[in-house]
């Protein structure tokens, strides 16, 4: 038996099989002792590893819901577009490699035409200095965040009164006493790319939500940008491509005030949804800042999703496991009549320019001067673009001039701050007055001269108020009793005597100067006025600053002399090509309010000026933004509803109500117009220099008579013993003042100021007066309720939301203010006042409307505020007559002349009702107005 076995291991040894059978034992011992390691020796560490690496979860946006008219037409939408995002990692541990990882991917971004995602506190201002972007309350969260702290209380006195440099510094460097420094970002960075790795640090330390969630680094970027930070991604570890979509507005300049823009969320309101319970925004979203898409944010957010993906060590995704899909945002649906915004807009543009041209003729508070000079003073022609390398030879030739006469007007200023001169201000030219108390003025806002600190008795203070010392006196004593901020005259701890820090004062007022544009635009108006720039000059920068198409007819005849500048400027005014909001001169603004009577909805909310909020939306064009925000027309204001005027005589039918229903006075008395009311001191006049002899309710409204309702509010302020108590009367108009709706904003979903009922002076109170001011929305509101006959609604822009399947998800209705209770016969009285005003024979405005089949019934209103500006001019109206479908509230400030404005809104309802003529109206230029001589009331 033992033989045959070790005869069988002899044959097994010999065989060819052998070695094959030992490395298949060998192989098998080793993957067995493998396995035995991977899954129970280290099985726990191998399996986390895995998951940390492969697996990931995915932030999938919601589409935000779109915005339409309330007959569909599209109003806000998306499209596709690509941001780049940063995930912390935690590849990179130390400052150095945080730091050099983010500025490489801020050059990839900015080489390639993105614009960081910038909502950081600090800021360069145009000087190059650090400054606080915000303020209050929102700028001690923010120190409390950079010191750590968990409440603004725990701040100390020092930390909370930081400067943005000081903040800057210590976030950079850290402190002298604080071992660990914070970003520790190298000086081998400038102040402005340091700014920005701190800006994007900050971001991430503040994303305290999750560490893997992303933050935005850029909106919006080109196709260039996404291929260079593909090709960088091992470079830049944790930054990705987020496909999401951006918000594009139609048609923006009629819509941007109501639209409003979105933004990139910021982390402050991140926190503040958070704890409002809203889980559903994380810090890539975009989200409503203003108007409609802040105001309906919760109906046209959508719900984001999201996905957990297998990806390898490149981030590639090799597998999706689990996906949550996002929800798209709801539609909202606006009652605004998007072809009459629109047309609205157009016409309003027209008059606003007609009425500077009819001012240009009459030379009417405006002459051509003030044209030339108003396209450098608005930015229309760029200054600083005259001594540009490239600039052209007429350019050079501007600027000489006003480098030859910049260099008079700083040497007669430094002669006049010297510190010996003692010549009272009040005694100089008024050039060099005016240039003075721009120095001081300029001092003062930068905080250089510390006057908030000077007490308000101060003589020496008073003094230089009353002009009766030099600036210099003031200036000296200001540094000797240290008023002045000497860490802003770079003095280090070296001592300096009185004389020597003014004149460092001095050097610094005149290098400041130097590159401040105001200040320069007043040198560039001397030279206009004093016809060493000349008109000529003016029009052709134009052409060569492409401001104007190039026009070689128009330029020969402007060189040769065959066309003057005067002409060539009203030629472009006519045809828009230079518009009023380009000009910003007096009136180059205007608000249209059209409202449904029946209903409450408002069909159009027109603001002019507007601008284009594109530039804003995803993310803010910094140098547009700076443009419009120096713009001196405004153009960001919100007119109907954040622009208060008085509101003139369109007040009086709140006075005749007043007056008929407190029983000062019986329906058809009539009263005799003796021009002056002397009942009381003062004693104000009616508008016109004559009497309109006795008139009732209806022919006071159609003539607009001051007086006879000057004897209302009187007779409204007498007590029972008939002595004059004019709080008595101021009362009495507040009651059906508050009842029209005039004690409230007018209920429109967007922001909007309060109301000013008058309190002061029942008797010019009653003719609009006093201190009577109202938003354009707030008297349309009141226009409303009269044509209605007593329904004052809370007027809205809100009509309904769809979901994505087309389903009504909420159905908005104006809902009621107030009902304004008065006698049927009052109600009769004022409508038929109204339209007499429009059809009356003794109208001031019915040659505008003659020929139109429609009636309209209307007051005009013509406020004074300032005795050195045009009157504002105003117009209130509703048709048809006598069954009322809309109202037409106009209100153009500094416009002159009531008949203006009735102009205006007589055009609105031509293309309204589609009368004989509204389309050669549409297309035609602009005209002078048709009543020039103008109409006050």
């Not at 400052?95 to 500025?103: G, L, T």
């Not at 060189?559 to 060539?568: K, V, Y």
């Not at 009141?782 to 006959?789: E, G, S």
């Not at 020929?851 to 209307?858: K, L, N, P, S, V």
Request: hydrophobic share 35%.
């Amino acid at each position: 038996m033992f033989d045959i076995l070790i005869e069988k291991l002899k044959n097994m040894l010999q065989s060819r099989l052998l070695p094959i059978v030992i490395i298949y034992l060998v192989l098998c011992f080793s993957l067995v002792n493998r396995i035995f390691k991977i899954q129970i020796v280290e099985g726990e560490a191998y399996e986390q590893e895995v998951q940390q690496k492969t697996t990931k979860e995915r932030e999938l946006k919601g589409t935000r819901g779109n915005i339409l008219d309330r007959n569909g037409e599209l109003l806000a939408y998306n499209e596709l577009s690509y941001s780049v995002t940063y995930e912390d990692t935690g590849e990179l541990t130390t400052n150095e490699e945080k730091n050099a990882m983010i500025y490489k991917l801020i050059k990839t971004v900015e080489d390639n035409g993105g614009v960081l995602a910038n909502d950081f506190f600090i800021q360069l201002d145009n000087k190059g200095d650090l400054v606080f972007q915000t303020d209050g309350s929102a700028e001690l969260r923010f120190k409390r965040d950079v010191y750590s702290k968990s409440s603004v209380d725990q701040l100390t006195k020092e930390q909370k009164e930081a400067t943005a440099s000081e903040i800057f510094n210590y976030m950079r460097y850290g402190s002298e006493v604080e071992a660990t420094k914070m970003y520790d970002i190298s000086d081998e960075y400038s102040l402005e790319d340091a700014l920005k790795i701190m800006m994007i640090r900050f971001n991430i330390l503040m994303n305290k939500y999750s560490r893997y969630l992303p933050i935005t680094i850029a909106s919006d970027v080109k196709a260039e940008t996404v291929a260079a930070i593909r090709e960088s991604s091992e470079e830049l570890p944790g930054v990705t491509i987020l496909e999401q979509t951006s918000r594009v507005y139609n048609e923006s300049e009629y819509f941007a005030h109501i639209m409003g823009y979105t933004g990139l969320i910021t982390q402050e309101k991140l926190e503040e949804l958070k704890d409002q319970g809203y889980d559903n925004y994380s810090a890539t979203d975009q989200i409503g800042i203003t108007g409609v898409e802040k105001a309906y944010e919760e109906y046209l957010h959508g719900k984001n999703g999201s996905e957990t993906v297998v990806v390898n060590d490149q981030t590639r995704v090799l597998d999706i496991l689990k996906t949550n899909e996002p929800e798209a945002g709801n539609d909202v649906y606006l009652t605004i009549d998007a072809d009459l915004q629109k047309t609205t807009y157009q016409l309003l543009e027209k008059r606003l320019a007609s009425i500077l041209l009819n001012a240009l003729k009459n030379n009417d508070k405006l002459n051509i001067y003030d044209v030339y000079y108003a396209l450098i003073n608005n930015s229309v022609i760029d200054i600083k673009a005259l001594d540009d390398e490239d600039s052209t030879a007429l350019e050079k030739q501007v600027y000489n001039k006003f480098e030859t006469q910049q260099k008079v007007v700083l040497r007669n200023l430094k002669n006049e701050l010297t510190i010996s001169n003692t010549t009272p201000k009040k005694s100089l030219s008024e050039d060099m007055q005016e240039y003075i108390d721009y120095i001081y003025k300029m001092l003062k806002d930068e905080k250089i001269l510390l006057v908030s600190e000077i007490p308000a008795d101060d003589a020496t203070l008073l003094s230089y108020q009353n002009g009766t010392i030099s600036l210099s006196s003031f200036l000296k004593y200001a540094v000797s009793n240290n008023y002045v901020d000497l860490t802003k005259l770079n003095v280090g701890n070296e001592y300096y005597s009185t004389e020597e820090l003014y004149e460092k004062l001095l050097d610094l007022i005149v290098d400041t100067l130097t590159e401040d544009s105001k200040f320069n635009k007043i040198i560039y108006r001397d030279l206009v006025y004093s016809y060493k720039l000349s008109g000529k000059e003016i029009c052709l920068l134009l052409f060569d600053q492409s401001v104007l198409e190039y026009d070689e007819k128009a330029i020969n005849g402007l060189e040769t002399g065959t066309l003057s500048p005067a002409s060539f400027i009203q030629t472009k005014i006519r045809n828009l090509e230079i518009t009023p909001a380009q000009l910003a001169l007096e009136p180059c603004s205007g608000s249209v309010v059209i409202t449904d009577v029946k209903t409450g909805e408002v069909l159009a909310l027109v603001s002019y000026p507007s601008y284009d909020n594109n530039m804003f939306a995803n993310r803010v064009d910094s140098e547009y933004f700076n443009k419009i925000n120096n713009d001196l027309a405004y153009p960001l204001i919100n007119r109907p509803l954040q622009q208060k005027t008085a509101p003139g005589s369109t007040y009086k039918m709140v006075s005749a109500a007043a007056g008929l229903e407190e029983g000062a006075i019986a329906p058809y008395e009539t009263i005799l117009d003796k021009y002056e009311f002397t009942a009381i001191t003062p004693s104000p006049k009616d508008h016109t220099r004559h009497s309109h002899g006795k008139v009732d309710v209806p022919n006071a409204l159609e003539v607009s008579c001051n007086y006879f309702f000057y004897e209302v509010g009187y007779r409204l302020s007498l007590d029972s013993a008939k002595n004059y108590k004019s709080q008595l009367g101021l009362d009495k108009i507040k009651k059906y003042a508050e009842m029209f709706g005039f004690g409230a904003t007018s209920g429109i979903e967007l922001p909007e100021y309060n109301p000013q009922i008058s309190n002061f002076d029942a008797v010019r109170s009653a003719i609009g007066q006093g201190e009577n001011n109202y938003t354009p929305a707030q008297i349309a509101r009141y226009v409303t309720a009269i044509a209605n006959r007593g329904t004052a609604f809370n007027l809205t822009i809100f009509n309904k939301v769809q979901d994505l399947n087309k389903k009504v998800i909420e159905k908005n209705k104006a809902t009621i203010f107030n009902d304004v209770e008065i006698s049927d016969t009052t109600w009769n009285l004022i409508q038929e006042g109204m339209y007499k005003v429009v059809n009356g024979e003794d109208s001031s405005i019915k040659r505008l409307f003659a020929g139109m089949d429609i009636e309209i019934a209307g007051k005009t209103g013509t406020a004074q505020q300032n005795k050195e500006k045009p009157n504002h001019a105003l117009f209130v109206s509703y048709a048809p007559y006598e069954d009322p479908e809309i109202s037409v509230t106009t209100v153009i400030p500094n416009g002159y002349t009531s008949s203006n404005a009735a102009e205006l809104t007589r055009d609105i309802y031509k293309y309204y009702y589609k009368q004989d003529g509204y389309k050669d109206m549409l297309k035609s230029k602009v005209t002078l107005p048709e009543l020039s001589s103008g109409i006050s009331d």
